[in-house]
């Protein structure tokens, strides 16, 4: 009896372990039981097949031939440690028989088999798990690339005012309309998180402090309808002073609320899923065929409401479940059992408005005799990687969505420079389609000249420094050039390394343009400068070799091939090449165009004469009516000219020409009208240059009559001559500008006063009378006997121009007053001239500053004489070697600049100009200070910059400062420095080496 019972016993146990071994082979996760000396008792079909064993080459030998763990005593202390319930489960990988590591989840649990405490292990596979997080991951970076390139969400931040510019999309995310929100830090800052505010007013410190390379901070923001938003907000200083202090940050926010709440509910998942984890990491059921739960895990009976497993058994669905689920359990289990097949599906379930996704697995149960035993299943928790999956779809429909809204060329290419993907907006510029574009290189469309350039930029690009930004000019296939901006991003695998490139276009081509138009204007501004300074300072007899230079240096400048001078002759019948100055290569004309009739050319004379330039661009499409003037440039092979009047007082005395020889040319307006400005130069010159030469004659000539003529009269004329060639020097003196109206008044007071005086001598002239009478029949006698004609002819024209009859009485009196008279013009005639003296080009003379000083004072007097006072205190310095008419410039510009000052001043008080100098051992100072209006510090930081003013426009250029500092600083070794504060002065400090080193003087 006893044996038979045993036999049944026997059987029912091994029928038992046949159909658990078939539960636990029906099971999609890996799962292991072994003893407490490692031995494997037990394993399943998914772990056999991931690992390539076969079930006898693993039952009884040791659990460590599965893992890479080869210390079985460390092994089984770890898995007693996991077993604890306080323990999450751990992530140590599994070993394959080739050798693969397969990265796992294992939770173990303690528990009794065959009356033997054993470790059962659950084995979750993380592999698809890791790839959709790389995915992800990898997705994410293009989605965080394509958001930087798009300009949502900008704010630009200014330090020197404390405002910030937000842009529309930065204060729609705050659910404002613009113009609710002001541009003041505080409408940032009191809108961040108490809990987040000092957190990120720090980490903006620190980038601006220069401890970080950029800014960027999570945070949630206050909102208009009261709720927090979660933003990514990023920035980086794009604008420093001389001292390295920020002045402007740019930025960007994103609102990164969504993804927030993602991560919130990630994070939950993952606490719930490895709390269940911690037993068995799904729910695992087996039902016989009428639907009756035989056995189930405690997380299933968790799941269901019940306490433990026990109050499961001998349930069906309908007594757990809602009626209608458990009727697609009850379908489900039917259709297992009557098809006899595995079912694998994956559904949503909702309870109380939560929806979560489950994969279930069920599997018919059969013995050995395939009789039907039941059915077998597992379910567990998928909603992560399907919150996963749809972030990935999310996160790709969003980066296509962005690229493809972006006016900017994005696209992206692989190591080989073969293009990847394009958006439409590169499609749009290169005229292509996609699949005309990616699979080929981009680089045909980069002109040579920077094609290196950009080969060595992404050769160097790193994970240390992924990012960078070039110029490049670009070519479209109709040879259209245009100018790009390239950001270029690497983009890196796990390991780090380059495998791709994502790049953004922005076409700068108008603003490269301008840039350029921009270097032009101010080469020209310095060119015309130059050439005007050189004119000034220029004697008649320079004024030949200046024309010369200048002419050359402006061919050389605009790039012409010949540049020339005609004037016309004094009846304006012919004209004459006078100037010219050749490239090389390209044969002169000066002397083959010389006494040209005018009229042989009546086209060119007719736009001439109407003041017009004439701009030909292409002389091979001159009109019919300029047959003449077509000829004579096609025989000296000129393809484009330009050709600007030199016109004075309101008349044309010739032309300045410009030729192209080697190549047409179109002139802009911008490049003409300096053109103009040169050629109003070069005729002042010209005709200052004929005017001294004229007086050059007239003065020979009164030289040759006052020879004739006795004591008297020779005594008269040289003092003519005298105020003569002062008034001269008044003219030559005109040239400075501003000072010429003061100037003038200065010499009409005493030329005034001189000129009552002689009017009064007229009453007093009878006491010469007799004299004169004498010499008038000397001059009659000598006319009758025909002796110098000529010269007696030209004595009687000045004897009625000087009015001899009206000298007036007490001579000497009067003429001693007439001196003092004429020593006050001295005086001024002789400042001025000592003051514009110019010494040989470039050539260093010992010079007292205090010379110069005093000269430019009485210069500038009828500039600061109503407004302020002249305080001197000039130290007994040493000379310097400098260059005086340009130190003397700077003193003239510093003293104007202080008597301005001084007149904006509104009070009743005078205004008060000091000067004072003094010297060291190596170097001699002059300090100039005023009591004026003063200088804000934002004027002051920029008051040496060219073109720099603060004046109306008309008023003022901004070179006299700039030329100043050039003067001190570069041509004299010496410094220029201001000191000021607004309402109560201005002081400058000029600062000069008492001896220029040699080089610069070389």
Same mark, same amino acid.
């Given at each position: 009896m006893h044996s038979i019972e045993d036999n049944n016993i026997s059987d029912f146990l091994h029928e038992q372990r046949v159909n658990f071994q078939k539960f636990l082979d029906s099971i999609k996760d890996y799962l292991v039981v072994f003893n407490t000396q490692g031995e494997i008792l037990i394993v399943n079909q998914a772990l056999l097949l991931a690992l390539g064993y076969e079930r006898e080459e693993l039952l009884a030998k040791s659990i460590t031939i599965l893992l890479p763990i080869g210390d079985k005593d460390a092994l089984l202390k770890l898995a007693l440690n996991i077993a604890k319930e306080d323990v999450p489960p751990d992530s140590f990988p599994l070993l394959s028989k080739n050798g693969r590591i397969i990265p796992v989840e294992t939770s173990i649990t303690i528990g009794k088999w065959e009356g033997h405490s054993v470790f059962?292990?659950?084995?979750?596979?993380?592999?698809?798990?890791?790839h959709s997080q790389q995915a992800l991951q990898k997705s994410e970076e293009k989605w965080q690339f394509a958001t930087e390139a798009s300009a949502e969400g900008i704010w630009d931040w200014n330090?020197?005012?404390?405002?910030?510019?937000?842009?529309?999309?930065?204060?729609?995310?705050?659910?404002?309309?613009?113009?609710?929100?002001?541009?003041?830090?505080?409408?940032?800052?009191?809108?961040?998180?108490?809990?987040?505010?000092?957190?990120?007013?720090?980490?903006?410190?620190?980038?601006?402090?220069g401890e970080t390379p950029f800014y960027q901070s999570e945070y949630r923001v206050l909102c208009k309808d009261g709720n927090y938003k979660w933003i990514l907000d990023r920035g980086k200083v794009m604008e420093k002073d001389a001292r390295g202090k920020p002045?402007?940050?740019?930025?960007?926010?994103?609102?990164?609320?969504?993804?927030?709440?993602?991560?919130?509910?990630?994070?939950?998942?993952?606490?719930?899923?490895?709390?269940?984890?911690?037993?068995?990491?799904?729910?695992?059921?087996?039902?016989?065929?009428?639907?009756?739960?035989?056995?189930?895990?405690?997380?299933?009976?968790?799941?269901?409401?019940?306490?433990?497993?026990?109050?499961?058994?001998?349930?069906?669905?309908?007594?757990?479940?809602?009626?209608?689920?458990?009727?697609?359990?009850?379908?489900?289990?039917?259709?297992?059992?009557?098809?006899?097949?595995?079912?694998?599906?994956?559904?949503?379930?909702?309870?109380?408005?939560?929806?979560?996704?489950?994969?279930?697995?069920?599997?018919?149960?059969?013995?050995?005799?395939?009789?039907?035993?039941?059915?077998?299943?597992?379910?567990?928790?998928?909603?992560?990687r399907k919150i996963v999956e749809e972030a990935l779809r999310e996160s790709e429909a969003r980066y296509r969505a962005v690229v493809e809204d972006q006016e900017e060329l994005v696209f992206r290419f692989n190591t080989d420079g073969l293009l990847l993907f394009v958006n439409d907006a590169y499609c749009r510029f290169f005229n292509h389609n996609r699949s005309?574009?990616?699979?080929?290189?981009?680089?045909?469309?980069?002109?040579?000249?920077?094609?290196?350039?950009?080969?060595?930029?992404?050769?160097?690009?790193?994970?240390?420094?992924?990012?960078?930004?070039?110029?490049?000019?670009?070519?479209?296939?109709?040879?259209?050039?245009?100018?790009?901006?390239?950001?270029?991003?690497?983009?890196?695998?796990?390991?780090?390394?380059?495998?791709?490139?994502?790049?953004?276009?922005?076409?700068?081509?108008?603003?490269?343009?301008?840039?350029?138009?921009?270097?032009?204007?101010?080469?020209?501004?310095?060119?015309?400068?130059?050439?005007?300074?050189?004119?000034?300072?220029?004697?008649?007899?320079?004024?030949a070799q200046a024309i010369k230079d200048s002419i050359e240096q402006i061919g050389s400048f605009e790039g012409a091939d010949r540049v020339y001078i005609f004037e016309y002759s004094q009846d304006g019948t012919c004209m004459s090449n006078t100037y010219e100055w050749c490239a090389?290569?390209?044969?002169?004309?000066?002397?083959?165009?010389?006494?040209?009739?005018?009229?042989?050319?009546?086209?060119?004379?007719?736009?001439?004469?109407?003041?017009?330039?004439?701009?030909?661009?292409?002389?091979?499409?001159?009109?019919?009516?300029?047959?003449?003037?077509?000829?004579?440039?096609?025989?000296?092979?000129?393809?484009?000219?330009?050709?600007?009047?030199?016109?004075?007082?309101?008349?044309?005395?010739?032309f300045l020409g410009f030729d192209c020889v080697r190549q047409e040319r179109e002139w802009s307006k911008e490049s003409i009208a300096p053109m103009e400005l040169l050629a109003n130069i070069f005729i002042g010159g010209l005709k200052r240059k004929e005017a001294e030469q004229k007086l050059l004659i007239s003065q020979e000539a009164l030289k040759e009559i006052n020879n004739n003529l006795e004591a008297r009269v020779v005594e008269r004329t040289q003092q003519l001559q005298k105020f003569q060639s002062q008034l001269y020097l008044q003219e030559k003196l005109a040239s400075i500008g501003q000072l010429a109206t003061g100037l003038a008044h200065e010499i009409n007071n005493p030329v005034s006063f001189v000129a009552t005086n002689f009017a009064t001598l007229a009453e007093d002239i009878s006491c010469i009378q007799v004299i004169?009478?004498?010499?008038?029949?000397?001059?009659?006698?000598?006319?009758?006997?025909?002796?110098?004609?000529?010269?007696?002819? =030209?004595?009687?024209?000045? *004897?009625?121009?000087?009015?001899?009859?009206? $000298?007036?009485? #007490? !001579?000497?009196?009067?003429?001693d /007053?007439?001196?003092?008279?004429?020593?006050?013009?001295?005086?001024?005639?002789?400042?001025?001239?000592?003051?514009?003296?110019?010494?040989?080009?470039?050539?260093?003379?010992?010079?007292?500053?205090?010379?110069?000083?005093?000269?430019?004072?009485?210069?500038a007097r009828n500039v600061y004489k109503y407004h302020a006072?002249?305080?001197?205190?000039?130290?007994?310095?040493?000379?310097?070697?400098?260059?005086?008419?340009?130190?003397?410039?700077?003193?003239?510009?510093?003293?104007?600049?202080?008597?301005?000052?001084?007149?904006?001043?509104?009070?009743?008080?005078?205004?008060?100009?000091?000067?004072?100098?003094?010297?060291?051992? =190596?170097?001699?100072?002059? *300090?100039?200070?005023?009591?004026?209006?003063? $200088?804000?510090? #934002? !004027?002051?930081?920029?008051?040496? /910059?060219?073109?720099?003013?603060?004046k109306e426009p008309g008023q003022g250029t901004g070179l006299g400062l700039s030329l100043c500092y050039d003067i001190v600083a570069n041509k004299h070794q010496g410094k220029l420095v201001v000191e000021s504060h607004a309402g109560v002065g201005t002081k400058f400090t000029i600062a000069l080496p008492q001896r220029i080193k040699e080089d610069l003087q070389s």
């Open positions: 059962f292990a659950a084995i979750k596979d993380l592999t698809a798990l890791q330090l020197k005012n404390n405002t910030v510019f937000f842009s529309a999309r930065w204060r729609e995310i705050r659910g404002f309309e613009e113009h609710e929100l002001s541009d003041s830090l505080e409408e940032w800052s009191t809108r961040i998180h108490p809990e987040e505010r000092n957190s990120v007013i720090e980490t903006v410190q620190r980038h601006l402090r002045l402007r940050v740019v930025g960007t926010n994103s609102d990164i609320s969504a993804r927030r709440r993602t991560e919130e509910a990630l994070k939950q998942r993952e606490a719930w899923l490895s709390a269940i984890l911690n037993n068995f990491p799904f729910l695992v059921w087996l039902k016989d065929t009428e639907g009756k739960f035989l056995a189930v895990n405690e997380a299933f009976a968790r799941s269901c409401g019940c306490g433990n497993a026990s109050m499961v058994i001998g349930k069906t669905d309908f007594d757990i479940w809602p009626k209608e689920l458990a009727q697609l359990y009850v379908n489900d289990d039917r259709e297992v059992m009557n098809r006899r097949i595995k079912k694998n599906v994956e559904e949503p379930i909702t309870d109380e408005g939560v929806t979560k996704w489950f994969e279930i697995f069920k599997t018919p149960i059969l013995d050995e005799q395939a009789k039907l035993f039941g059915t077998a299943g597992f379910s567990r928790d998928i909603t992560g005309e574009l990616e699979g080929h290189s981009f680089t045909p469309s980069i002109v040579r000249e920077d094609l290196a350039m950009l080969e060595t930029i992404i050769h160097d690009l790193s994970a240390n420094e992924p990012v960078a930004t070039c110029r490049l000019h670009v070519s479209k296939d109709n040879g259209q050039l245009s100018m790009q901006e390239w950001t270029i991003r690497a983009i890196l695998n796990s390991a780090c390394q380059v495998v791709e490139f994502q790049a953004v276009a922005r076409d700068i081509t108008a603003q490269w343009k301008a840039e350029q138009q921009l270097h032009y204007r101010v080469d020209v501004e310095n060119l015309v400068a130059h050439v005007s300074s050189r004119f000034i300072n220029s004697t008649a007899e320079e004024t090389t290569g390209i044969e002169p004309q000066l002397d083959n165009l010389q006494d040209i009739p005018k009229n042989s050319f009546l086209w060119w004379e007719s736009k001439l004469d109407k003041m017009e330039i004439i701009h030909i661009s292409r002389v091979s499409d001159m009109p019919p009516e300029a047959t003449a003037e077509k000829e004579i440039l096609q025989a000296q092979d000129i393809q484009s000219v330009l050709v600007v009047p030199l016109v004075w007082k309101g008349c044309v005395e010739g004169l009478e004498k010499y008038k029949k000397l001059i009659t006698q000598l006319a009758a006997s025909g002796i110098c004609p000529k010269e007696i002819k =030209d004595i009687q024209r000045f *004897e009625e121009d000087l009015s001899i009859d009206y $000298i007036m009485k #007490d !001579i000497d009196k009067l003429v /007053e007439s001196k003092n008279g004429f020593k006050r013009i001295t005086s001024i005639i002789d400042s001025m001239r000592n003051f514009a003296h110019v010494h040989h080009l470039d050539t260093y003379v010992s010079y007292n500053i205090n010379k110069g000083i005093e000269e430019t004072l009485v210069i006072d002249i305080e001197l205190n000039l130290a007994d310095v040493p000379e310097v070697s400098c260059l005086p008419g340009q130190l003397n410039q700077v003193f003239l510009n510093l003293i104007i600049n202080a008597a301005q000052a001084t007149a904006m001043v509104k009070d009743i008080r005078r205004g008060l100009i000091k000067i004072e100098t003094r010297f060291t051992q =190596d170097e001699v100072f002059c *300090e100039i200070s005023d009591n004026g209006c003063g $200088i804000s510090p #934002d !004027i002051e930081r920029r008051i040496f /910059e060219l073109f720099f003013t603060t």
